[in-house]
């Protein structure tokens, strides 16, 4: 599986813009990026994924480089329920019936009132 | 549409007995996942189903773990007899049977083993 490195811990205030990066410099090109968030409690829940272009939706924003080589999920305007650990997963396209999805570290968002 | 659900949420038994953990996934998902955290590591995978036929069982840590999904809607994962190395938190996930697409996750079920 792909490698990807994200930092360990992010802060932000409440109701401001924010940006978690991710590098995955050995992408390959059947690779999807898939973003993943983990509230405390709770299981996984997925946010957004793409392969080239960038991507929106109602949770947030997915920005991805030319060379896919980095991205970065954007929370437009954080709040207090944005507060958990964010995964940055590379999905292989190829596998047509599903594939299993590798879990780093993330980064521990932290949102300030 | 109900999520994928997870019995029991918590469950605490002693070594060397049998639990079992079932996992209700949405329903139309062919695909179902189990995932495991144990305690200050990361999310690990253990196994993938397609419907009824195990995938992908490369995750599986031993043979004392044995996971099911007889019909192709529900699955079980038993272990027997449990360790303490066992405890953790197990996740379940399912989706619908394409390349790309995210997964939902059920709450977990977290597993002590005294």
């Known amino acids: 599986d792909a490698k990807t490195t994200q930092p360990n811990s992010m802060e932000s205030n409440e109701e401001e813009p924010v940006h978690l990066p991710c590098n995955h410099s050995?992408?390959?090109?059947?690779?999807?990026i898939h973003w993943y968030r983990q509230l405390p409690s709770q299981g996984p829940e997925y946010v957004i994924h793409?392969?080239?272009s960038n991507v929106n939706n109602r949770m947030a924003s997915l920005a991805i480089a030319e060379d896919r080589k980095s991205s970065t999920l954007i929370l437009h305007r954080a709040t207090l329920r944005d507060a958990a650990v964010y995964y940055c997963?590379?999905?292989?396209?190829?596998?047509?019936?599903?594939?299993?999805?590798?879990f780093g570290e993330g980064t521990q968002l932290t949102v300030n009132p | 549409e109900a999520g994928v659900t997870q019995f029991p949420s918590h469950s605490v038994i002693e070594k060397g007995q049998t639990v079992t953990l079932r996992c209700d996934p949405i329903?139309?998902?062919?695909?179902l996942y189990w995932y495991r955290r144990v305690m200050g590591k990361e999310i690990k995978f253990l196994l993938h189903?397609?419907?009824?036929?195990?995938?992908?069982e490369s995750g599986m840590p031993n043979n004392r773990f044995l996971a099911e999904r007889t019909g192709g809607t529900y699955s079980t994962l038993k272990v027997q007899p449990a360790e303490l190395e066992d405890s953790g938190v197990y996740f379940c996930?399912?989706?619908?049977?394409?390349?790309?697409?995210?997964?939902?996750f059920g709450s977990g079920t977290r597993l002590t083993v005294v």
């Open positions: 050995t992408i390959s090109g059947t690779d999807y």
């Open positions: 997963i590379l999905r292989d396209v190829k596998e047509t019936s599903g594939s299993r999805l590798t």
């Open positions: 189903f397609v419907k009824e036929s195990k995938q992908d």
């Open positions: 329903s139309g998902h062919d695909n």
């Open positions: 793409g392969l080239t």
């Open positions: 996930a399912s989706s619908v049977l394409r390349a790309s697409g995210g997964y939902t």
